[in-house]
Nanobody
Framework: QVQLVESGGGLVQAGGSLRLSCAAS????????MAWYRQAPGKQRELVAS???????NCADSVKGRFTISRDNAKNTVYLQMNSLKPEDTAVYYC?????????WGQGTQVTVSS
């Protein structure tokens, strides 16, 4: 059974930083397609960043240069380092594992950026 547990969210001032963690069990993150999504109130869930099993990463244009996705294979954990945060980054952030057999999602962690 796949479990993804996000942590690291919180309240931060604009310009600040946070690092989100996604601890995985039931899968091996280094062999999985992993991603971070976010959903702001009243908006659709959107892709923020992704990392392939081969280690290739990609970020949405809105966060490029500010956010970085990475993974620690020994800890079986995926991270999202968020710098230069803006109020428009406020959202619930979700970790996702993509699979042909069905995606798996974490419960989400709230990030609030005050101006």
């Amino acid at each position: 059974q796949v479990q993804l547990v996000e942590s690291g969210g919180g309240l931060v001032q604009a310009g600040g930083s946070l690092r989100l963690s996604c601890a995985a069990s039931g899968i091996i993150v280094s062999r999985s397609a992993m991603a971070w999504y976010r959903q702001a109130p009243g908006k659709q869930r959107e892709l923020v960043a992704s990392i392939t099993s081969g280690g290739n990463t990609n970020c949405a244009d809105s966060v490029k240069g500010r956010f970085t996705i990475s993974r620690d294979n020994a800890k079986n954990t995926v991270y999202l380092q968020m710098n230069s945060l803006k109020p428009e980054d406020t959202a619930v952030y979700y970790c996702k594992r993509g699979s042909l057999f069905g995606d798996s999602w974490g419960q989400g962690t709230q990030v609030t950026v005050s101006s």
